[in-house]
């Protein structure tokens, strides 16, 4: 197994930088694993798609607005950071958190931070050269107010590198415009538990519409959580994709979950993340963490068909997909030549 097995031509245009105007409107491209025949459809068209009797697995995590922008005080550098993990909360308005920081010049423990405007306060109290990361303790200015509720008015969704957006110091009349876009359309309409800095991006298709018709067509809903972490966007180093190592990401399957996989006749996984859960748990009830890997060769024991997006070349998530469909290469050419969007905010896929 080599790196070089993931890789394929992508043209730039097919990479989708907003949301189909409808969630539902996306694309399906439905692999039939049993006939080796595909079939082009809507998203909407999924009911029909499933089988009376399946499971239907949804990942309920919801992204942070963990993303946020300031200056150094007092030079007024510009620096950007994303808040990871938290690491301490000493008060509801006094937190430390592991994050990602960008300026021009390293930041430097004991650099203070005005972000938002103002409307927070940062200490970087140390950094991490080799993970790249730095600890900072987050304050409310007036001393009082709730950081989650100034991250959900003034943080920015943390979207993947590959959807280009302006930031505040662009000065883009369509900043604001697409911020409000993406704080709608980068989350799952089920989000319910804070905690991923990116979002499971094969359930921003469902609407409260579909998922109700879904159940109508016979198939059972069940929901865990998984935190999304950076480690999704991590690339694989070197030739061997075996020797990548996945960071650990924090995951719960609830008790009526469990018990639904138990009786389901099929799992359908609605993304990687909810694969991932579900062979690392054994599908099991409980909470953890897991850095479970999924390569080619993998034994799947709970997931039996995937709701997926397309992913990037020689990705982790690629490697999974591959895993399920070890035919995947044809499957995405077919994608290309009929000019399914990709990644994000793309068309989706239904693997069974």
């Known amino acids: 197994m080599q790196l070089a097995d993931f890789d394929y031509a992508l043209p730039p245009e097919l990479i989708a930088q907003v949301p189909a105007p409808r969630r539902d409107a996306s694309r399906l491209l439905h692999a039939d694993r049993a006939r080796g025949v595909l079939g082009h459809h809507a998203f909407s068209d999924l009911p029909a798609l499933l089988r009376a009797g399946d499971l239907l697995v949804l990942n309920d995590t919801r992204v942070l607005p963990a993303r946020l922008f300031g200056e150094k005080v007092p030079t007024g550098g510009r620096v950007e950071l994303l808040l990871l993990r938290l690491l301490e909360a000493r008060a509801p308005h006094d937190q430390t958190w592991s994050a990602l920081a960008r300026a021009a010049k390293p930041v430097r423990p004991g650099a203070v931070l005005s972000l938002a405007g103002g409307a927070l306060h940062a200490l970087v109290e140390t950094r991490d050269d080799a993970?790249?990361?730095?600890?900072?303790?987050?304050?409310?200015?007036d001393g009082a107010t709730a950081l989650a509720a100034l991250l959900e008015r003034h943080g920015h969704l943390p979207l993947p590198p590959y959807i280009e957006r302006p930031t505040p110091f662009d000065q883009d009349h369509r900043?604001?415009?697409?911020?409000?876009?993406?704080?709608?359309?980068?989350?799952?309409?089920?989000?319910?538990?804070?905690?991923?800095?990116?979002?499971?991006?094969?359930?921003?298709?469902?609407?409260?519409?579909?998922?109700?018709?879904?159940?109508?067509?016979?198939?059972?809903?069940?929901?865990?959580?998984?935190?999304?972490?950076?480690?999704?966007?991590?690339?694989?180093?070197?030739?061997?994709?075996?020797?990548h190592r996945m960071d650990p990401e924090r995951?719960?399957?609830?008790?009526?979950?469990?018990?639904?996989?138990?009786?389901?006749?099929?799992?359908?996984?609605?993304?990687?993340?909810?694969?991932?859960?579900?062979?690392a748990s054994g599908g099991r009830a409980g909470a953890g963490e897991t850095d479970l890997f999924i390569l080619p060769g993998h034994d799947f024991r709970v997931v039996g068909a995937l709701v997926t997006n397309f992913h990037l070349p020689r990705s982790t998530l690629l490697m999974l997909l591959a895993a399920l469909l070890p035919g995947w290469r044809p499957v995405y050419e077919e994608a290309v030549r009929a000019r399914y969007r990709f990644y994000s905010y793309g068309d989706a896929m239904l693997v069974e």
Request: glycine fraction near 6%.
């Open 251 to 279: 995951f719960e399957i609830p008790d009526a979950t469990a018990r639904a996989v138990a009786a389901a006749r099929r799992v359908v996984a609605v993304g990687t993340t909810v694969a991932r859960a579900l062979e």
């Open 131 to 141: 993970a790249e990361l730095v600890h900072v303790r987050l304050r409310a200015p």
């Open 175 to 243: 900043a604001a415009e697409l911020a409000a876009l993406d704080r709608t359309r980068y989350q799952t309409v089920y989000a319910a538990h804070p905690g991923a800095v990116a979002a499971p991006t094969a359930g921003l298709h469902f609407t409260e519409e579909l998922l109700a018709a879904v159940a109508a067509a016979g198939v059972s809903l069940a929901t865990l959580t998984l935190h999304v972490g950076p480690g999704t966007f991590r690339p694989v180093r070197g030739d061997d994709p075996r020797a």
